[in-house]
């Protein structure tokens, strides 16, 4: 099997018309089925903070609850009947799904609800307060959901989000 990092974007600028394109369609396939997903991580960075995508980002990041997995491994016939590549399990980490479209990356992160926390993985936590209720926003002409209390939500995760700095330039991330 080949691998589907090939058909990814290896650096440079974010093609923002392909991306709206492709969460377009990643939106329609996931509402149609009445799956919940939340634009996160970098992605909720550029539209809370420059209203659009980060233009050096390397994907657009989006959240599910652990509970719709199986439903949403379901729709990879459907992501590909739209041009997606779906990249076979062995490929991505087992709390994760990827949709690739014309060198534009999707990612989904999984979280499973524990006690008082929804978790990723043991390091990347949120509290509830955080999931349990989702806020919307708009990014590139389209309304998607983010976590409730969007600015506190970024300062867990980045520390100081508001100036924008590249991770080389030593931007803070919880990952």
């Known amino acids: 099997m080949v691998e589907p990092w090939n058909e990814c974007r290896q ?3 974010m093609n923002k018309t392909v991306m709206a394109c492709n969460m377009r369609d990643f939106k ?3 509402d149609a089925n009445g799956i919940k997903f939340f634009l ?3 992605t909720l960075l550029g539209a809370v903070r420059d209203r659009d ?3 050096w980002d390397s994907d657009v990041d989006t959240g599910c609850y652990y509970e719709d997995y199986d439903k949403v491994k379901a729709l990879d016939q459907k992501f590909r009947d739209v041009g997606f590549n779906v990249p076979a ?5 087992p709390m994760d799904g ?3 479209r014309d060198t534009e990356k999707i990612e989904i992160w999984f979280f499973k609800k524990g006690e008082t926390k929804y978790e ?5 936590k949120y509290d509830h307060k955080f999931l349990d209720k989702l806020d919307t926003i708009e990014l590139a002409g389209t309304e998607f959901n983010t976590p409730s209390f969007k600015e506190e939500f ?3 995760t980045y520390g100081d989000w508001k100036t924008p700095k590249r991770r080389e330039q030593g931007g803070h991330y919880i990952l």
């Open 28 to 30: 329609r396939i996931m």
């Open 40 to 42: 996160i991580f970098g």
């Open 11 to 13: 650096g440079g600028n």
């Open 98 to 100: 990827y949709y690739i």
């Open 120 to 124: 990723y993985d043991k390091n990347i």
């Open 89 to 93: 399990k062995e490929f991505i980490p």
């Open 154 to 156: 970024l300062t867990v």
């Open 53 to 55: 995508y980060i233009d």
